[in-house]
């Protein structure tokens, strides 16, 4: 931490919409001062020319990364592509404690990663030592550590209701079905047509069904809390807004629990959290509650068949999903209040 | 039919959507003739003062239901509320086909009736008389009705791709899942806060979880299908977009078939359907390639959970799901083409 | 004109959105055959792979526009982008009827053009041929033309309410402001950044600010009205919605003239009309009411300042702004009705 | 000011967006304290069941007005509909101070309050006794002020630029023409059919053309600026956005002046505010770049026709246009920092 008793920190990767997330989020932060941002391909532009909602704000221009003078920084969230991200972090000094917004350090399974991501990983023993950053259910090994990688967006909403019920065994293992509906920034800012307002407004499609690489992040999780390997199905669907993620689980009841233990269970776990809240029983969580916030909103449902329950959550993507736990896990790493900078209300409507 | 052999139709709630979505189908119908509007509530007014977007068209003004001279009509098509439905119905005269887009008689059992709509049905023998309209299913009867009971919106667009699998017997009875997202119109044009853009768009929510009446419908016709009773697993969502539905269905399959054996069980059941049509393998359906048509797109999925896999359907749930779905009845009890109004390409973007 | 008694139409790149348009229209078409789709990076792939919603349609798939057989081509609808239009309709056989949906050919003026679109024009003698296609203004001379050149979508939506005013001389010349508001597809299906939903939605922003290509297009047209040069005023904005522009015109009412006698004059002018329409006094055109289909609606008001008014008008940009405009102008030079393909009714809500 | 020197606060009418988006704002103030949440028809509830975003926050229930318990109260905000809201402030005991967000204390001349609002105003020593809440140009009458008029939304968005042009005598008076853009949160909570979410999206509409009841203030303020009467155009828009108001300005430049001595004069009269802000020459300001900040973004464009200047500006109708100048005027009047509970950044996208 530097003399003025602040965190100096950079953003690697500031122009995309994490990176400035992170930027909104730190302005209003008491003890984080930002040092450098990065861009390579925008380096030598000011921040407020790649995002004029932030021209009013006192912040350094874009560099490329080979120029921030590490000596000034105490802390990075690295908001880079994932692939190239692994390569770059191991080149960071090693006082630097970092937040990795990628997925190249999620999976900790060597293998694993080989399969999902079609490459070896080239930063191995970093990979052993990346603390996986769900906040609520890893804070003490994130306490100590020095590279937290920062949970998927689609992840955060699938396991902070999940993970508790196989903690305490209380849903089948093998019945796990995840439907999760996300807004468009999760798309990133890369222009594609895809992605582009005519093609995404007024319309709703699933992609990247029993593929998507979000599936085995969330598996490696609920494995991790159930104590041994669990296979989930995972559908994501893009729809027509900019901030939000729903998922909507469907799950089999063990050993005759109800709905109302799976909500019990659930709310022991987070006693206390000030972001993962379950909602009041018959209301469903809505994305448009957390909209700009850092909270999960969870609901918890019998179904009409018998033995079966279905959990709702919602998150900010862009928050909760990605830069606002990037911050709260560095709140967390660097001993400060885990609510600095996170505290103001959803944004609605 | 009348002398110049046109079928003259009247529009009973030609004020909400339904009835708005039937005049812009109709009038590219070259054997229909409306002869007929009524809104209670707003009798006397003329349709273009109700819906500016038909303002250029020859339209008789809205009249009361009272007011209605039945001998010119050959057919109507009944867009009013479900609960008082049932008795405008049946005080109807007997020449005249009916074809009702409202829910009192999609229910054939008047003892789920009762407990679904709280309130014993009033005009049972007509309950027994109705023929479910979904269209490829149940053309044959059609063909011979007076009156049809026009399927739900979520209901047709979930039991399109789950009928034929049941009547194959491909899939498990007791682990259907189907998680449904619709867009806004199927509320209806009612002023209710819920229903503002302000608290609709940029957001999603689950609602009616399990109770939703939708449920009790599916199943009805999955069980027709299956030959036995079903139950499934049913949660709409309301997201921000108008016309849409897209059903993501999880199913487990029976004896060892594949998701292939599906994808060959919907091929074979809708040959030569102009509106029930399979994706190409590994695209996925979205609501958007469907707006303003009366097709219905189904693709199907391995799961990643061994034993399982996914159905998306899309479809427009004021065209195959409302209006256009009773059009397409209309034109098959009246003789005509079954393509008739309806043949219009979808509107994208 | 074909032996079948059809016009065999190509559409030279198909893939745009006004290409697709074209094609969602022309299927409604009596007298039209599709016979050839060009899109040089997409050539030979099917229509339905380019445009999903299409993939029920029998079409022929895209080719290089090398490949095109022209001497089965009747007619030819150009969607290209402006600059590169000019060598290739100047390449087209003689016997082929052109409609031109590029900027290439609407400024008649060589020098005028050479200094809006920054390089000289390659085709002077078509330049001189070509027809501007307002319909409604320049009937006879498209009912002769070869080339026709469609206009702008800006431009047509700000040229049909202030062209009569002009002819009748009720406006002042110096002193007219066009307030636009256009929705996206205006601005193609090129990935952009500045045209993402994230970027798009929840916004409003002023673009080409005294700077945009459109104006002098409107200031040609109306000068020809006028019998005079006239310099205009002209301010687009670009919205959240896919489909539609509102021109709010403000105007300096000339020798006592009132918003009545606007209103008269615009009545007059297009008495009989079957797409462009006066809304009924003290209602307002709005963009929604127009959707999908041909319509121009027009408003006059009285403004606040006295001996001022307000002309408001709303059209679909990709139908009476383009395709349909284009198909209308077809219509006119084919000799076919001039609704044919363009009668469906505007798609609501 | 209360014995812990914080400012106990009172909202009447907290059921409304205003009342809503002044909580999210106030949750950020070191030195406001929620006392009391008046809602009539709500009273009872907790404010998580009428806006579940704020769930998760310690706030007072809903209570009746007539129950507000005054002695503890310092200040209110009154966000309740015009009309009934004179009476209601005539009422409250002298030592609270209060921003009054309705139109009642608008307009200082009681004949033209009668004209606009049809009736009598039933607090004219009131009327006389308020101040217009513009805080950047008013702000030394606002500190001294019991009760602040808090200006509408269009009205701001109008001002802030056009207010500086005249005192400096820049424009001509005659010729001001206002093109307004709102979102629908301006329309507030109330269902109505014209805001349901099926006919707001996919359109824009103009309404209230030279009727709208912020013209007269509008008027009022340039007025006063210019010292002699002005009367303007104005016309606003709906458009299918939640926050933001863009203005676009048409004017004469008077006496030679270039829309850059427009752009000095704005430059100069706002050098050093916080929330007022010229956009870098060359940009133009857009809605979504102030998105739920207090902030007025304002460019300056020459225009197409000499003589003539564009101007235009953004903010969020909910905060500078509502909820954030109602609180920018009450730390003026508490003698707080003025941007206290006002410094997040804008939320994009």
Same mark, same amino acid.
Request: charged share 20%; proline share 6%; with cysteine.
């Given at each position: 931490m530097s003399a003025n008793g602040k965190l100096n920190v950079a953003i690697l990767g500031a122009s995309g919409y994490t990176g400035a997330e992170l930027l909104r989020l730190a302005v209003s932060h008491p003890d984080l001062r930002i040092v450098a941002l990065t861009a390579d391909r925008r380096?030598?532009?000011?921040?407020?020319?790649?995002?004029?909602?932030?021209?009013?704000?006192?912040?350094?221009?874009?560099?490329?990364?080979?120029?921030?003078?590490?000596?000034?920084?105490?802390?990075?969230?690295?908001?880079?592509?994932?692939?190239?991200?692994?390569?770059?972090?191991?080149?960071?000094?090693?006082?630097?404690?970092i937040v990795d917004l990628s997925a190249d350090f999620r999976l900790s399974d060597p293998a694993l990663y080989e399969t999902i991501y079609g490459g070896k990983h080239r930063a191995t023993e970093l990979q052993k030592e990346a603390v996986y950053g769900l906040t609520e259910i890893h804070r003490e090994k994130v306490r100590q550590a020095r590279l937290v990688a920062n949970p998927g967006c689609y992840t955060t909403a699938a396991e902070l209701p999940l993970v508790p019920l196989l903690e305490k065994d209380l849903i089948e293992h093998g019945d796990i079905i995840i439907d999760?509906?996300?807004?468009?920034?999760?798309?990133?800012?890369?222009?594609?047509?895809?992605?582009?307002?005519?093609?995404?407004?007024?319309?709703?499609? =699933?992609?990247?069904?029993?593929?998507?690489?979000? /599936?085995? @992040?969330?598996?490696?999780? +609920? %494995? &991790?809390?159930?104590?041994e390997p669990i296979q989930v199905s995972f559908t994501p669907h893009l729809m027509p807004m900019n901030r939000g993620i729903l998922a909507t689980s469907y799950v089999r009841l063990k050993n005759g629990h109800t709905a109302d233990d799976l909500r019990a269970a659930i709310a022991?776990?987070?006693?206390?959290?000030?972001?993962?809240?379950?909602?009041?029983?018959?209301?469903?969580?809505?994305?448009?509650?957390?909209?700009?916030?850092?909270?999960?909103?969870?609901?918890?449902?019998?179904?009409?068949?018998?033995?079966?329950?279905?959990?709702?959550?919602?998150?900010?993507?862009?928050?909760?999903?990605?830069?606002?736990? =990037?911050?709260?896990?560095?709140?967390?790493?660097? /001993?400060? @209040?885990?609510?600095?900078? +996170? %505290? &103001?209300a959803p944004m609605f409507p």
């Open positions: 380096a030598g532009e000011a921040m407020g020319e790649v995002y004029p909602h932030l021209h009013h704000l006192d912040l350094p221009d874009l560099v490329a990364i080979d120029d921030v003078k590490w000596d000034d920084v105490d802390a990075v969230f690295c908001c880079l592509p994932h692939g190239t991200t692994q390569e770059t972090i191991a080149g960071l000094p090693e006082h630097v404690k999760a509906k996300s807004g468009v920034t999760g798309a990133g800012r890369s222009p594609k047509e895809a992605n582009l307002h005519t093609e995404v407004s007024e319309g709703i499609h =699933a992609y990247g069904i029993a593929t998507h690489r979000h /599936g085995p @992040e969330i598996e490696q999780e +609920l %494995s &991790a809390a159930a104590g022991r776990r987070y006693e206390g959290e000030p972001f993962v809240k379950l909602v009041p029983q018959g209301q469903a969580p809505a994305t448009r509650h957390v909209r700009g916030s850092n909270l999960c909103l969870i609901g918890v449902f019998a179904d009409r068949l018998p033995g079966r329950a279905i959990l709702v959550s919602a998150l900010d993507n862009l928050v909760k999903g990605a830069s606002g736990q =990037a911050l709260q896990n560095m709140n967390v790493m660097a /001993g400060f @209040e885990e609510t600095d900078g +996170l %505290s &103001a």
